[in-house]
């Protein structure tokens, strides 16, 4: 199965591609966005019947650092 | 005394480090060896460099793939056993990644390639590498970094605890945003751990070790210069 995660920088954190991307598009005629975060998306391919649990460890350990990134799983069957 | 220099696939400084201690520092009793990144050991090097590059492609994040090599088990062996680390530009990210150090490395606040000689104020409590160096003394180095502004939550208490080591200030010695190349919070551009044995810094040490190259003259050798003095027992002020 496909499970997927999302890293995004914790609030709070400077992102400065985000800025530049938020000035591109007021520049170009997208005046109304207030703010952009840019972030990560990940697939893994799991065997069925892994764990919320087990992706959560993957992520704590290496897909995302948590002292300046929060993520999300979603896709997975079982807590 | 030994100097075990780590070589990550994408390392691209570690011939600097090694000439840094091995050639320039031989006369005062350093010698060195590249420690392969699938090592296990250490070799009995009495002091390790984590060098500068780009480690595994940096791809994930800076450092994220090289903190859980296998010679990264051996290297938080011997930081808990208080032995000294120097962790430089990619090695910082490293050692942060790996929890040697807290903290986290990202993308510069400029968004630009940074590739300049900066001033870099010593303080924070001694540490093997600053020890022998008076606080308070403005050292000159390259950076060259894309991702090096330091963020941590709480720089105050690092403050507090004297685990800022190095600082980017002006040429007259003050912190202003001007001097500051990245975006670091509070301009700090090295740390050390709780225990003082680990330190890393965005800036090169080992580029500034000889007056031949660039203007940072030898500025970087005092950090060679007082390991190698914390080792001989003898904490006489260096590059006085």
């Not at chain 1, 972030?39 to 019947?49: S, T």
Request: hydrophobic share 40%; net charge negative; charged share 25%.
């Amino acid at each position: 199965m496909i499970v997927k995660v999302y890293v995004t920088l914790k609030k709070g954190v400077l992102d400065p591609q985000g800025q530049a991307v938020q000035k591109t598009l007021a520049r170009t005629g997208f005046e109304e966005v207030a703010d952009v975060r840019i972030g990560k998306y990940i697939e893994l391919d799991v065997p069925d019947g892994t764990t919320t649990a087990r992706v959560e460890d993957m992520c704590r350990y290496l897909l995302a650092n948590t002292v300046i990134e929060d993520f999300r799983v979603e896709g997975v069957g079982r807590p | 005394m030994k100097f075990g220099v780590v070589r990550f696939p994408g390392s691209n400084c570690d011939d600097d480090a090694l000439h840094a201690v091995a050639d320039v520092l031989a006369p005062e009793g350093a010698t060195g060896q590249i420690l392969w990144h699938k090592e296990h050991e250490l070799d009995g090097c009495d002091v390790i460099i984590l060098p500068g590059g780009f480690s595994y492609g940096d791809y994930l994040r800076a450092g994220a793939m090289a903190a859980h090599s296998p010679i990264m088990g051996a290297v938080r062996a011997f930081a808990e056993r208080g032995g000294p680390v120097l962790a430089i530009c990619n090695g910082f990210q490293i050692a942060c990644e790996a929890g040697l150090l807290e903290g986290a490395l990202t993308r510069n606040a400029s968004l630009h390639f940074e590739c300049r000689d900066v001033n870099l104020r010593v303080e924070g409590r001694p540490t093997p590498f600053t020890g022998a160096i008076p606080a308070g003394r403005i050292l000159r180095m390259s950076i060259a970094h894309a991702e090096g502004r330091y963020v941590h939550h709480d720089p105050e208490r690092l403050e507090k605890e004297g685990l800022v080591v190095f600082r980017y200030v002006t040429a007259d010695g003050a912190a202003a945003p001007a001097a500051n190349p990245n975006g670091s919070v509070a301009n700090i551009a090295g740390v050390t751990n709780a225990r003082g044995n680990v330190v890393g810094l965005m800036p090169h040490p080992e580029r500034a070790v000889e007056h031949l190259l660039g203007e940072g003259g030898e500025d970087g050798r005092r950090l060679f210069e007082s390991v190698l003095a914390a080792a001989r027992g003898t904490p006489a002020r260096v590059g006085a």
